[in-house]
């Protein structure tokens, strides 16, 4: 279990570094940003017992829990595994630098009560998604209903959720009654 902080009022995310025998599988990564990645520069330092990330599980396309998919997949040689929709939807937030979607979702705001100076604030903002992650790998391994996940002796399920993000995945080992 990691706590990594997070500079922002939600002020750490909980990932986690399972043990696969001579590797490691990291669920989720953090955010793309300075702090977090010198947090991971030591922790692939000093803290893996010598073993690599062999496998890194994106739950969902927010920037907290997929911000260094890309930087730790080359710093590893890690695969990355989402959902189909999550990650699509990682990579359009990323690569999406037209004013459009801005435009777009500034007049929802707006008719969901937004005020005149959030609505600005967001305006300036554009899309902070970019500044938040480092790039969305282009390559990535599908999670599916059928996927399961051998992990240093436990099978893990993909249990699909929506509501917090499109198709949001958490893991689940049945014979230990462990939901990640």
Not at 3 to 20: K, S
Not at 22 to 32: F, K, P, Y
Not at 142 to 148: D, F
Request: hydrophobic letters at 40%; aromatic letters at 10%.
């Amino acid at each position: 279990w990691i706590r990594l902080p997070m500079p922002m009022a939600l002020n750490h995310i909980n990932l986690f570094l399972l043990d696969d025998g001579d590797a490691w599988v990291l669920i989720d990564t953090g955010l793309g940003d300075p702090v977090s990645i010198g947090t991971w520069e030591t922790l692939l330092a000093t803290k893996l017992k010598g073993r690599p990330i062999r496998r890194i599980i994106g739950t969902h396309f927010h920037p907290d829990h997929v911000g260094l998919a890309g930087w730790l997949q080359n710093k590893t040689g890690a695969d990355l595994w989402m959902t189909q929709l999550e990650w699509l939807s990682a990579r359009q937030a990323y690569l999406d630098v037209e004013d459009a979607s801005s435009d777009h979702m500034k007049r929802f705001y707006h008719q969901v009560g937004l005020g005149a100076a959030e609505l600005k604030t967001y305006q300036e903002l554009g899309n902070d998604y970019r500044s938040m992650v480092t790039p969305i790998p282009a390559i990535y391994n599908r999670i599916t209903p059928t996927t399961t996940f051998s992990i240093g002796g436990r099978v893990w399920t993909p249990i699909f959720g929506s509501g917090h993000s499109p198709d949001h995945v958490s893991l689940y080992c049945a014979e230990d009654r462990i939901m990640l």
